[in-house]
T-cell receptor
Framework: SQQGEEDPQALSIQEGENATMNCSYK?????LQWYRQNSGRGLVHLIL?????REKHSGRLRVTLDTSKKSSSLLITASRAADTASYFC?????????FGAGTILRVKS | GAGVSQSPRYKVAKRGQDVALRCDPI?????LFWYQQALGQGPEFLTY????????KSGLPSDRFFAERPEGSVSTLKIQRTQQEDSAVYLC??????????????FGPGTRLTVL
C-alpha cells in the first residue's frame, strides 16, 4: 500500500516544453521529497520541501506543497531529453519513505 | 566517494531456491534501508537498521524474508523458498544519521530478482 498517488501516470512532451507532475498523499507529513529514477542512475533525490514551506526551487525544478489539499506538484522547466525518467514523490513516515506509484516522463528531442 | 553498491545486480532463481542480496552502504552511514520495487510501482519499505540494530521490519512481506547487518555496515537481505511474487527490484539505501532528524537517503542501483 502506497501513501501517494501521482498523476499523470505517463507524460510525453517535446524538448523545451515544461512538465508538471502532481502527487497526492493521505496522512500528515513532516516533509515531501521528489525522486527521479532511470536505468542509468537508479533512484536519485531531487528536492525536499518541508511541511511549513509552500514553494521551493532548485535549478529547473519547482516544487509546490499544499498541505490543506495534501498535494504537491513538481514542475520541470525547459525539459531536456535527459529528463526522461520516472518521477516519484515520497513522504517520510517515521524513518521510512513512502513512495507513490510514479509518473513516467518522456521528453522527445 | 563511492555510493551505495549492491550485488548481484541481477539474479535469476528457480522457485523454491534461497537467495541472498548484498548491500554495501556509504562508509560511515548509520542508517540502512531495504525497499522492494515491483514493476511499474514505487519502492515499498521493507526494513530499517540503525547500525547493527534492526529497528523496523514491519514491511517484510513474510517470514521468508530476513535481513541482517551484523557489524553495522554491510547488510544482507535473504529470501528463503522464493516465490514468483518475490520477483522485483530490491533497493538498498543508506543515510548518515538515524532517528529524530531528516537525512537524505542515498540509494543503490538495486538487485533485479526474477523468480522462475
Amino acid at each position: 500500500s502506497q501513501q501517494g498517488e501521482e498523476d499523470p501516470q505517463a507524460l510525453s512532451i517535446q524538448e523545451g516544453e515544461n512538465a508538471t507532475m502532481n502527487c497526492s498523499y493521505k496522512t500528515s507529513i513532516n516533509n515531501l521529497q521528489w525522486y527521479r529514477q532511470n536505468s542509468g542512475r537508479g533512484l536519485v533525490h531531487l528536492i525536499l520541501i518541508r511541511s511549513n514551506e509552500r514553494e521551493k526551487h532548485s535549478g529547473r525544478l519547482r516544487v509546490t506543497l499544499d498541505t490543506s489539499k495534501k498535494s504537491s506538484s513538481l514542475l520541470i522547466t525547459a525539459s531536456r531529453a535527459a529528463d526522461t525518467a520516472s518521477y516519484f514523490c515520497a513522504t517520510d513516515y517515521g524513518n521510512k519513505l513512502v513512495f507513490g506509484a510514479g509518473t513516467i516522463l518522456r521528453v522527445k528531442s | 566517494g563511492a555510493g551505495v553498491s549492491q550485488s548481484p545486480r541481477y539474479k535469476v532463481a528457480k522457485r523454491g531456491q534461497d537467495v541472498a542480496l548484498r548491500c554495501d552502504p556509504i562508509s560511515g552511514h548509520v542508517s540502512l534501508f531495504w525497499y522492494q520495487q515491483a514493476l511499474g510501482q514505487g519502492p515499498e519499505f521493507l526494513t530499517y537498521f540503525q547500525n547493527e540494530a534492526q529497528l523496523d521490519k514491519s514491511g517484510l512481506p513474510s517470514d521468508r524474508f530476513f535481513a541482517e547487518r551484523p557489524e553495522g555496515s554491510v547488510s544482507t537481505l535473504k529470501i528463503q523458498r522464493t516465490q514468483q511474487e518475490d520477483s522485483a527490484v530490491y533497493l538498498c539505501a543508506s543515510s548518515l544519521v538515524g532517528l529524530g532528524s531528516y537525512n537524505e537517503q542515498f540509494f543503490g542501483p538495486g538487485t533485479r530478482l526474477t523468480v522462475l
